[in-house]
Structure formats: C-alpha cells, structure tokens
Nanobody
Framework: QVQLVESGGGLVQAGGSLRLSCAAS????????MGWFRQAPGKEYEFVAA????????AYGDSVKGRFTISRDNAKNTVDLQMNNLKSEDTAVYYC?????????????????WGPGTQVTVSS
C-alpha cells in the first residue's frame, strides 16, 4: 500500500507558476506509476498528468500540454507537478494518485490510492 499527501497549492495570478508536490509513504514507491488529477467546482475529475515508475514515460491532458511538467524522485518518494502559465480555468483541487499499472489515466482513475488534494486558485 501507499499513502499520498499533496502540498504546494495556493493562490497565484494568471500567468504565474506553482509547483505541487506529492509525498508518498511506503518502501515500494518506485513500483507505482503516479499521476495528477484535478476537480473544479461542479465538474468531473480531469486527468492532468502521469509518469511511469521509472520516469521515462509521461502523459498529459490536452488542456495542460506544454504548460505543466510532471517529474518524480524515487529516492525521496515524491512526484512533482510544475505548472507554468497558469490560467483561471486551472483553478481546482489537485489530487495525486498511484497505480501499480502503467501510467494510464484510466488505471490511475480507478486506483484506491489517492491523496486528500490541495487547492489551486488562479486569479485573473
């Protein structure tokens, strides 16, 4: 099992940057693919980004491609999400997820391993 806790959320102006971090407990972190999802008020969960256990493979949602970058440090049991050129529509609660499968949005979505989330608010 793995437990996840996100941090780094906050209030930022449009065009600014923010870096989210997800800390994982457990000694098997490197076996998990990791990902980020977000949920805006009144909307469904949206896939943001995913990264394979090795970090060699990544995937991004269409709305964040070219602006967000996912990375991981298996020695520190962390996965980060660097968010640049933020827009008001990026406002949401951001969640970290882990899956024993590949870096697939569908597998991460149904995984039981999700963090409690961190709020990101982008002011226009």
């Amino acid at each position: 099992q793995v437990q996840l806790v996100e941090s780094g959320g906050g209030l930022v102006q449009a065009g600014g940057s923010l870096r989210l971090s997800c800390a994982a407990s457990g000694r098997t972190f490197s076996r998990y693919s990791m990902g980020w999802f977000r949920q805006a008020p009144g909307k469904e969960y949206e896939f943001v980004a995913a990264i394979s256990w090795s970090g060699e493979s990544t995937a991004y949602g269409d709305s964040v491609k070219g602006r967000f970058t996912i990375s991981r440090d298996n020695a520190k049991n962390t996965v980060d999400l660097q968010m640049n050129n933020l827009k008001s529509e990026d406002t949401a609660v951001y969640y970290c997820a882990a899956s024993v499968g590949g870096p697939s949005a569908s597998l991460l979505r149904i995984s039981p391993y999700w963090g409690p989330g961190t709020q990101v608010t982008v002011s226009s």
